[in-house]
């Protein structure tokens, strides 16, 4: 044979394979595209491919919610697909030469009329790197907490989060403002104080995620862990809800009287089906409160609460979706604050106003990206006054006369973000980048006036007396940005490593930012039984408005007198709060931590996660005189430092039908080198000094779950158990002035046990469920209010125990 003709024939054999080769590679390269019933893509769903003979492929949907596969073979195969807070998607029969695929994830639902679901159960999750703990409806709807109006309630209920006697709550011994708390992907804390302060319908939250540590770039200028709230939206069937839409009542002093009426409605359901969707949860609060011990008619507290939640979204076309919303707060207490320690005529009469509408455009792009643009705004008005004009004092055993303030604020955070999720790329395995952006307007102004405050001996003598000179009116203004590059990289199954970085800077500070952020998973079997996590990363805080406004109105004149109460010492000594914007670094803390979790014999996991955490820079004010001086200039620095330290272990099981039993123990130490928090007003004196922080709970041991009854059907059981260290606190004398080691005293341990049964029935064509509920059957006193002055007879003593109540729930789950 001629040279040249074998030479054409091995080219034209080299060619057909390669086309053959080609053609088989495009047939069996398939994309898995997973979306939520209104069309939204489904990020970090687990994915399982099955076909006969073959290993099962595992798989997690990228940003949008798509996944590539390969079939090896021409017979049928079956996907799996679940995630947990939606109800799990099998599909069998998947024709192995279809190119694409489409299929859904429902959300779970309170509940659900078909009988052929299962809802996804949490298990381990091998593509999450942070250590989050997720509630979904199950927990939301099932666990006990209370109030059940108030969705902050249920979230110590996780490990790492403790709630103080204000309703605030602390995530991994961090500050209240140093936790990023977001609602549908926008910051709703309060643009001055930081702290949660937005109500929102329980019955709306679709999951509620908790992270204390590795999470990742996104989430910024939040030093303590993120709390991402993300509220429902209709499908395409209408749904209507009701709950507590029956007044109640208690037995306090002596008789019967109205407790609280607290009704909850949520309505969802489709505009114009497949295209369009809507939501609204309303909330409505009016309690009674009645304090045992004060007088009568003078022991009452009637105030009110309003909050609702309206959305909507529009699928503008497949590729481009719209979701806009408006959360709406108004609060009114006449006799706000009121205690056995506080009477009515030291409370202030309070009202807020806070609004919120935010608007998200979401649009994924024929290559595989996916861009995500938002624009929110949040706004409080918050003002109080007080009752009469009589004078101030500070007793070593309580309050007496007129509270001494008077405020009219007004603050607002106009907050922009772009998110870019790119396609997956290969190189060394799959990289899944994201790229965003963050802006954020804050303003406040404030109007204060106050009148003096009188600080009396036990014998009723005046002790000192606190005057402030008149205040003109202030605002304060701080534009802030922020952008990150994250990657997910898996260079080969089972090994997920987790990088990023993060650029910040705000008008008031000044300093650019760096933030890098580390962290990895490995998961050594593909049945995914067992998971290694570790992480470290800097981060940084936002800055935090609070301490400069103190600084704004921050003047005030102590004059002491003699014992009998009349002739001065002296002449009146200044102290002034002073803040320099050029002096100031935005606080920083070091976050490492390490975690195993485990599938257990009898489907049990568990999980131990150590979380250590220093933090520097942070903001606190300090007196510029050595000590004894009690007066002079408080300067605003960053010389604070905290730490925390935390190892946990929890321990969870799913039972059939869903039915939770979840355990856990913590132990940990929350501590700082500047326990003393100074302010111009109603302050503690003394100098600075280290000690434990507020919220220090050494020891803690929590449970929760629900049962079915036996043998009763439709009848559950549940409960919660919370057992800790009680809270330290710091004692004072007459004077205010700290006596002996910042919080170096406790309150007593607090237990909670909390049993209930739940009984769900049909009446009229319509689903009830009722549910009672003791709460801290043990009678345990659980205190919130110590008197901590030692020069008070009743030092030491602890009054407004928590106490035993019954509670009922009624809701209207659905029609039948």
Known sequence: ?????????????????????????????????????????????????????????????????????????????????????????????????????????????????????????????????????????????????????????????????????????????????????????????????????????????????????????????????????????????????????????????????????????????????????????????YYNIIISGLPAKADSNQLWRGSNLAKAQVNVTPSDIVIGGLLFNDYHSPYDGLSTLTPQESTINQDILAWFPYLRDQHSFTGGELLDLGVGVVRFRDGYEPHGDTPFEVTPETYQGSFFESLTGVSRRVQGTATLYLRPREWAGRHDLQIGLDLDQINFGETVTRSPIRYLREDGTLLRLSTFPAQAPFNRNNFETGAYVQDRWVPREGLLLETGLRFDWDEIVRRPLYSPRIATTYTPNTNATTKLSAGVGLYYEHTQLQYLEESLAGVRYDTYYAPDGVIPIGPPLLTTFVASNALLHEPRTVNWSVGIECKLPAAIYASVNFLGKHGTDAFVYNIQSPPPALAGTYLLNNSREESYYSVDLKLRHTFANGYVLFGSYTRSSAHTNAALEYSPTLSVLGPQASGPLPWDTPNRVLSWGWLPVPKLKNWDFVYTADWRTGFPYTSVNANHQVVGAPNSRRFPDYFSLSPGLEWRFHFRGYYFGLRGVIENITDNQNPVIANNNVDSPQYGTFTVPEGRALTARIRLISSK
């Open 1 to 285: 044979m001629p040279r040249g003709h074998w030479a054409n024939e091995v080219f034209f054999v080299w060619l057909f394979v390669c086309s053959v080769s080609i053609a088989i590679a495009q047939r069996s390269q398939i994309e898995l595209t997973v979306t939520d019933e209104n069309g939204v893509a489904v990020s970090g769903a687990q994915v399982v491919v099955s076909e006969p003979g073959i290993l099962p492929q595992r798989l997690i949907t990228d940003y949008a919610g798509r996944c590539q596969y390969s079939v090896h073979g021409n017979v049928p195969y079956a996907v799996d697909v679940e995630k947990l807070g939606f109800y799990q998607t099998l599909a069998h029969e998947v024709d192995p030469h279809q190119q694409a695929i489409e299929l859904v994830l429902a959300h779970q639902q309170i509940v659900r009329q078909q009988v052929d679901v299962v809802a996804s159960t949490a298990g381990i999750d091998p593509d999450q790197t942070s250590d989050v703990n997720n509630m979904s409806t199950p927990e939301i709807v099932s666990i006990p907490y209370q109030p059940s109006r108030d969705i902050r309630n249920l979230l110590p209920f996780n490990p790492g989060v403790v709630q103080d006697d204000s309703g605030q709550v602390h995530v991994a011994g961090s500050q209240t403002y140093a936790t990023l708390d977001l609602l549908d992907g926008f910051d709703i804390r309060s643009p001055v104080s930081g702290t949660l302060s937005l109500r929102v319908s329980a019955d709306v939250i679709r999951s509620i995620d908790v992270g204390t540590t590795r999470y990742p770039v996104e989430y910024g200028k939040a030093t303590g862990g993120v709390i991402v709230f993300r509220s429902g939206m209709g499908v395409n069937r209408f749904r209507f809800n009701a709950t507590d839409f029956f007044p109640s009542y208690r037995q306090v002093n002596g008789g019967l009287h109205f407790d609280k009426f607290v009704p909850r409605v949520t309505f969802s359901g489709p505009i114009v089906k497949n295209k369009a969707w809507c939501s609204d949860g309303f909330v409505l609060e």
